[in-house]
């Protein structure tokens, strides 16, 4: 399926194909996306030295698919310029994982270089879906809808949305850190009524101690796992990514 054909020519109701970040989760197996950060609201400091292209490139020699990378200073302390050196180095596909909320949101990413940009179903008015996805489409930015239950899902699914995330905590703006390790899981018993084309991602609490594994995501049916603070604050990413891909392996999932 071309990376560079956007859906323009679609029916209303029909699946996208998305672009370059899309195409790079279309692969066989379960695939990661690495998260670049350097602190969060609920956790504070994770690696508050981090150099982006640095991490970039460990993720990249660990098997990562594509990055995710925060570039909003005050939360995250992170800049566009972490994103455009992260896709330099790499030359993977990156996601710009902010909270986003406008028509300008989009064109911004498109200016700072995102392949991908992510869009919280919960912090927008759904109808503001569809044109946001539309225009990013036309710039050849792919959009990753983020959603919390199954309600969001059907939501997110009917208002045309072809990449879409399960998110394992409540409200990522919080300075409380609850992730419900099962969500994944649970919400994945969904995944039969809706078309098979859309891409679903787990995100959140995945490869940490007690968390969710990589294994249980895999057989859930996701195609990629987005996986942050277990890879910022680790030792040694690489081995720690190439571990984690070895424990989603055999993936039996339906492509």
Known sequence: MAADNP???TEPGSVAVGHR?????REAGLSVIAEIKRRSPSRGALNADA???DLASEYKAGGAACLSVLTESERFSGSPEDLQAAKAVTGLPVLR???LRTLDDVRDSHAMGADAMLVILADIDPAQLPPMQELALSLGVDVLTEVRDEAEL???VGLGAYMIAINQRDNPESTKFTVDYDKAVRVSRSFENIDHRILLIAASGIGVPGGTSMRAIADAGYHAALIG???VVAEDPPT???DLIADAEPNT???
Do not use: V
């Open 51 to 53: 150099d982006a292209a």
């Open 253 to 255: 999932r339906a492509n």
């Open 154 to 156: 059907e939501t997110a």
């Open 240 to 242: 720690l990514l190439r």
């Open 21 to 25: 970040f899309a195409a790079a989760l």
């Open 97 to 99: 994982k902010d909270f």
């Open 229 to 231: 603070e277990a890879l």
């Open 7 to 9: 859906a323009d020519d």
